[in-house]
């Protein structure tokens, strides 16, 4: 028998592994649709309006909140958002402490201090008004509070005995959706992993869509938050595991983004595309709660970890190539989205699902350039590929159902062409 070349050899065992661990991910796939058959999903009362956070406010007060931990960033803090509600809550003799040292993508030990500062203030409440940063170290102090035990040991599948403190969001981009989701993410202050706590008594008591508290987000946050929305619910309706609920909720959030992020991008003012943003968010979120995510978000992740992207523009950045990825799995699913939500053109309810497929791509590569989204990743090392294709790789198998699934080589191929868009960007810049 001849001797295999070095490269046949690689391919092969790249199929012997991935058939290994398709077996093994298409497994998981299974047991999470029933999981999440059988698992109660909580959904927080929703206000939606320019008055919404006051009604938050008023549902606080009427459950018996008489100090409240309010969770906040220090952007936002300087901005002076929380004022709209803690003017409000002075007015009706609520007491309050701000804790404002929430980071982007927080850490273990900024949860840990938010936790300190809210036992000792004896907060009997926690408001989370933030982006999902904000809303999801809100989540772990509330759970740390309530369960008497630190955020560390919360992380995994349902690890909290009982509920948490009282937990109220409002939410400050349209982004995550993380007020309605049983996740929370913290990341490993070493290694900048991100480690996630899941159970359904994360999920917010209630949550106020106030499109004047985002009325401020700048443009580039906007873009990228906004396309956190789409991708959540792409992901969540192209996944094995959709339902006719998710799939409701997947068609209002990719309609919602694809007819209000340009005007939210463009004229941050626009009250009416503010709201839709944050409905399409919140829906977003209601969707990938169930139907679960896949290789945009496990990659994107990992982009975070290693060269500090945004959440939002790394799963924007990788969003075309998981499309691509998917569009033969999925030209059914998305040719149907496309005609649910009103992407196809006249001239075209004859075409091929294929065709309509591709138009819907099409249409989602035009919006990442509507709202300008910055394709390149800085410092990228093609000498990370491997283990970040390996952690990606498996962040998909142990937690999502996707449609599609791809060899580490395939992962290590989209970062490849990730990296020499970003290197043809930064010559064409010098
Ligand atoms: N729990 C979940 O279900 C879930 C889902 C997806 C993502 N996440 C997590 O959420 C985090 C990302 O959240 P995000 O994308 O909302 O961003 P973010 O909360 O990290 O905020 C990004 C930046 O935007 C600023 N900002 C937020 N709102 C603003 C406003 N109205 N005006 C001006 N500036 C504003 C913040 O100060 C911050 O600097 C990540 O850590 C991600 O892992 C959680
Ligand atoms: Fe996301």
Request: no cysteine; charged share 20%; net charge positive.
């Given at each position: 028998m001849p001797s295999q070349s070095p490269i046949a050899k690689i391919m092969h065992n790249d199929t012997l592994q991935h058939a290994s661990y398709l077996a093994v991910a298409k497994t998981r796939a299974k047991v999470l649709k029933v999981f999440s058959m059988v698992i109660p999903m909580p959904r927080p009362l929703l206000f939606v309006g320019e008055q919404s956070c006051h009604e938050l406010c008023d549902m606080m007060i009427n459950e018996g909140a008489s100090k409240v931990f309010i969770v906040t960033d220090e952007v936002l803090n300087k901005l002076g958002i929380p004022a709209k509600v803690t003017d409000y809550l002075a007015a009706n003799n609520i007491d309050y402490h701000i804790y404002d040292g929430i980071t982007p993508d927080p850490t273990f030990t900024v949860v840990e201090e938010g936790l300190r500062q809210s036992k000792d203030a004896n907060c009997d409440a926690v408001l989370a008004i933030g982006g999902g940063s904000v809303i999801d170290a809100a989540k772990m102090i509330a759970m740390s509070q309530g369960n008497n035990t630190?955020?560390?040991?919360?992380?995994?599948?349902?690890?909290?005995r009982k509920l948490g403190t009282p937990l109220y969001c409002i939410p400050t981009t349209a982004g995550t959706g993380s007020e309605a989701t049983i996740g929370a993410v913290v990341s490993n202050d070493k290694t900048h992993q991100k480690e996630i706590a899941i159970d359904?008594?994360?999920?917010?008591?209630a949550a106020a869509i106030d499109p004047t508290i985002m009325q401020g987000m700048p443009p580039h946050i906007t873009a990228d938050t906004g396309i956190d929305v789409l991708t959540h619910a792409l992901e969540a309706w192209m996944s094995v595991n959709a339902g006719a609920e998710t799939d409701y909720y997947a068609a209002s959030a990719t309609k919602g983004v694809m007819e209000n992020l340009p005007t939210a991008f463009k004229d941050g003012k626009d009250i009416k595309a503010r709201e839709q943003m944050g409905i399409a968010a919140h829906y977003g979120g209601i969707a990938f709660n169930k139907a679960g995510l896949g290789y945009v978000h496990a990659i994107a992740h990992q982009l975070g970890a290693y060269y500090h992207i945004p959440h939002g523009r790394a799963n924007a950045i990788v969003l075309p190539y998981v499309l691509d990825l998917n569009r033969k799995s999925s030209e059914k699913r998305l040719a149907k989205l496309a005609k649910k939500i009103g992407l196809v053109e006249k001239g075209q309810v004859n075409n091929s699902d294929g065709e309509i497929a591709d138009h819907l791509i099409a249409k989602v590569r035009e919006l990442l350039t509507t709202v300008n989204i910055d394709p390149t990743v800085k410092g990228m090392q093609e000498s990370d590929f491997d283990a970040i294709a390996k952690a990606a790789a498996k962040e998909v198998s142990d937690t999502y159902a996707v449609p599609t699934y791809m060899p580490a080589s395939g992962i290590k191929e989209i970062l490849t062409k990730i990296k020499a868009a970003s290197d043809e960007k930064a010559a064409s810049a010098a």
């Open positions: 630190t955020p560390q040991k919360l992380i995994g599948l349902f690890k909290a359904p008594k994360m999920v917010s008591l």
